[in-house]
């Protein structure tokens, strides 16, 4: 399983408010269009602990791989939800990642110790 990550900043001309009922109401309904699209996951961002200029949200697109993700990149749905982006958002940075669940299953931690209990240098 893969998921492509993106970071989306919003348009300067909308509120988080807008921004956020933009993104879940009208441009979903162009994601959900996207083949072989497995979930999909929409974060937005509610506080700013660092005051470094962060995005406005984080989406995460679920393919059973890389190669269904490429097959996605050429369909309809995905070209439609691209053309719709500038609607809503400015910019965007995406990264395909594969995950790594560390803390759903506590116990699998209960052996881990940081660096190997080794000090770091």
């Known amino acids: 399983m893969v998921k ?7 348009r300067a001309d909308l509120d988080a408010d807008k921004f ?14 996207i083949p072989e699209l497995l ?17 406005d949200g984080m989406a995460e697109l679920w393919f059973d791989n890389v190669d269904a993700l490429r097959r996605a990149m050429q369909s309809e749905g995905w070209i439609a939800a691209r053309q719709d982006g500038p609607n ?3 910019n965007s940075v995406s990264f395909v990642t594969e995950e790594h669940e560390l803390l759903g299953d506590i116990n699998a931690l209960g052996n881990l110790k940081p660096n190997n209990g080794k000090q770091l240098k």
């Open 20 to 33: 956020f009922e933009y993104w879940r109401t009208v441009h979903a309904c162009y994601v959900a269009q």
């Open 88 to 90: 809503f958002r400015t």
């Open 39 to 55: 979930r999909y996951v929409i974060s937005v961002r509610t506080e700013d602990l660092s005051g470094e200029p962060m995005p």
């Open 4 to 10: 492509l990550v993106l970071l989306l900043t919003r």
